[in-house]
């Protein structure tokens, strides 16, 4: 979805000056009294992942009372304020029509991608999204829709019929994260015995499940297993050599 925004938004002229000026906007609030009102700062990878926030800004800042940014900065008399606002910030009024387009764009994709955590990518998909998108938006907004449900028209056409699979790697993602917070505690970073804290994350671990493993597997098994297929750890070879190394100096 982020690459359909990224063909759509970098074809957009309206919109790369906006991230343009939204880049000049914060270099020029930074360090300011002003610095509560910059726009979020763009990442240099992935930017079109994160695109709301920078619309969100821009839309929340355009609807939000003067009086209230006056009332937060007090220190400054309210019409030399109002002059610092309108120079620094009024260029925003001339993408108060874009903006809305753009953020439609966004939940569309949004919508999508929802749509496919919980019910997967199946046949039947093109023509569920059909009915709930082509529903919403301007006209300017349905070639943007056209081309989101042809992906997934072709995309969907490659499975077979009545089945449903995977379309996001949150999942997959989310393990490896939990498996790397665990393993960041080992002092050598290999793939060892912690990699089964992958299979726990995905189970629920009750008091009753501990019982039963523990009435079930011998730790004798279980340690001869481990040594079978993981091998000496690499923490265990170096405090054999340590161990050794310090016995023929005590030696000598």
């Known amino acids: 979805m982020a690459l359909l925004l990224k063909h759509e938004l970098v074809a957009d002229e309206k919109y790369q000056s906006f991230i343009q000026q ?104 093109s023509s569920v999204l059909k009915l709930q998108q082509l529903t919403m938006g301007a006209n300017s907004l349905v070639n943007f829709q056209l081309k ?18 995977l379309a996001t790697s949150d999942v997959i993602e989310s393990l490896f994260g939990k498996y790397k917070q665990f393993s960041s505690r080992c002092p050598f970073k290999q793939i060892s015995q912690m990699i089964l804290s992958i299979s726990l994350s995905t189970m629920k671990l009750t008091g009753s499940v501990v019982k039963l493993a523990l009435e079930t597997v011998r730790y004798l098994d279980l340690e001869a297993w481990s040594d079978q297929v993981f091998g000496q750890s690499m923490l265990s070879k170096r405090r054999t050599v340590f161990t050794a190394s310090n016995n023929d100096t005590e030696s000598a």
């Not at 109002?82 to 753009?102: A, F, H, M, T, V």
């Not at 989101?148 to 699979?165: G, P």
Request: charged content about 20%; aromatic content about 6%; glycine content about 2%.
């Open 148 to 165: 989101i449900i042809d992906y997934l028209t072709i995309e969907s056409s490659k499975i077979q019929s009545e089945q449903t699979i």
């Open 22 to 125: 939204c880049t000049q906007c914060r270099q020029q609030l930074q360090q300011t009294e002003l610095s509560f009102l910059s726009p979020p700062s763009q990442r240099s990878q992935c930017r079109y992942f994160n695109i709301e926030r920078l619309i969100n800004w821009a839309i929340k800042l355009l609807d939000s009372p003067i009086d209230i940014i006056v009332e937060l900065v007090p220190n400054i008399e309210p019409a030399i304020l109002r002059q610092k606002l309108k120079s620094k910030l009024g260029w925003l009024i001339n993408y108060q029509e874009p903006l809305s387009i753009w953020s439609q764009m966004v939940q569309m994709t949004r919508t999508v991608e929802t749509h496919l955590k919980t019910c997967g990518l199946h046949q039947k998909l």
